[in-house]
């Protein structure tokens, strides 16, 4: 059974790069044609699609968050890593890793538990 | 690009239908199947309900439905429950190549 458990600091600074990890367990990551997602959602609001990720590589971004935002592989330790720099208190949120069942982009089956970080001097 | 758009909050009584819309555009909802709905409790990660406008993975319930028309897809939950309590997301696939969600809606069990 597939797992994602996402990691990195609780705690950003104003300005500062925020780095995020998603390990994946159950399953090798270029175990099948996946896209990769990174959702975020700020206390008590909404969702929002950060990007995804092929397992090839290619990247898709949310417009918004495109000039700031990186995902990237690495396969041979199983995790996906998110950086998105130039961090505001806007960007506080819970931080979530997912996948589909199979090859979609549109839809995630599996998630991560997330992890909040919030932003602040 | 713009969050698709639902209602802050709808409610019904056990046993009851009650219906979430999700409004796109042409450029999203209107032009592809690719609309899904996640089910959210407090405290946890979204989990998937509908994908595809009216596919359901495996283990979720049939009491969970969704359908499309034009730009707007829809939810409906029957025979409502009271752990159907929860926060309610559509999503959709969009024509740039990127999803969008709804604002989410929160569905209270009177």
């Known amino acids: 059974q597939l797992q994602l458990q996402e990691s990195g600091p609780g705690l950003v600074q104003p300005s500062e790069t925020l780095s995020l990890t998603c390990t994946v367990s159950?399953?090798?990551?270029?175990?099948?044609?996946?896209?990769w997602g990174w959702i975020r959602q700020p206390p008590g609001k909404g969702l929002e699609w950060i990007g995804s990720l092929f397992h090839s590589g290619s990247t898709y971004y949310n417009p918004s968050l495109k000039s700031r935002v990186i995902l990237s592989v690495d396969t041979s330790k199983k995790k996906l890593s998110l950086k998105l720099s130039s961090v505001t208190a806007a960007d506080t949120a819970v931080y979530y890793c997912?996948?589909?069942?199979?090859?979609?982009?549109?839809?995630?089956?599996?998630w991560g538990q997330g992890t909040l970080v919030t932003v602040s001097s | 690009q713009s969050a698709l758009t639902q209602p802050a909050s709808v409610s019904g009584s056990p046993g009851q239908s009650i219906t979430i819309s999700c409004t796109g555009t042409?450029?999203?909802?209107?032009?592809?199947?690719?609309v899904s709905w996640y089910q959210q409790h407090p405290g946890r990660a979204p989990k998937l309900l509908i994908y595809e406008v009216n596919n359901r993975p495996s283990g979720v319930s049939n009491r969970f439905s969704g359908s499309k028309s034009g730009n707007t897809a829809s939810l409906t939950i029957s025979g409502l429950q009271a752990e159907d309590e929860a926060d309610y997301y559509c999503?959709?696939?969009?024509?740039?190549?990127?999803?969008?969600f709804g604002g989410g809606t929160k569905l209270t069990v009177l």
């Open positions: 159950g399953e090798f990551i270029t175990s099948g044609f996946y896209y």
């Open positions: 997912a996948r589909p069942a199979v090859t979609s982009f549109d839809y995630f089956n599996y």
């Open positions: 042409s450029s999203d909802i209107g032009y592809y199947n690719y």
């Open positions: 999503s959709s696939y969009t024509s740039t190549i990127t999803l969008v």
